[in-house]
């Protein structure tokens, strides 16, 4: 079993930055893709970033020049930065991995609000 903690949601004023932080631990042999998903209320859980273990990337398209995907493979840690916050990207933030069999794990959700 892999274990997720996620930290740094909050809120934050439009225009402001937090950072998303997620720890992986536990039966780890292996880490490959690392990725942000989020999901508002009445919404659909949807791909903010991903990361591959190489360090490729991919960014939703409303994400693309605010938000940076990054990662420790040392610290089997995912960042993610997030810029120009606006009052839309208010969610439930989850991280996710896919283990070196390509399983998910899911952390708990960190919740990130936006105010106008």
């Known amino acids: 079993q892999v274990q997720l903690v996620e930290s740094g949601g909050g809120l934050v004023q439009a225009g402001g930055s937090l950072r998303l932080s997620c720890a992986a631990s536990?039966?780890?042999?292996?880490?490959?893709?690392m990725g942000w998903y989020r999901q508002a209320p009445g919404k659909q859980r949807e791909l903010v970033a991903a990361?591959?273990?190489?360090?490729?990337?991919t960014y939703a398209d409303s994400m693309k020049g605010r938000f940076t995907i990054s990662r420790d493979n040392a610290k089997n840690t995912v960042y993610l930065q997030m810029n120009s916050l606006k009052p839309e990207d208010a969610a439930l933030y989850y991280c996710?991995?896919?283990?070196?069999?390509?399983?998910?794990?899911w952390g708990q959700g960190t919740q990130v609000t936006v105010s106008s």
């Open positions: 990361i591959t273990r190489g360090g490729t990337t």
């Open positions: 996710n991995v896919k283990n070196w069999r390509w399983v998910d794990y």
């Open positions: 536990g039966s780890i042999y292996r880490i490959n893709d």
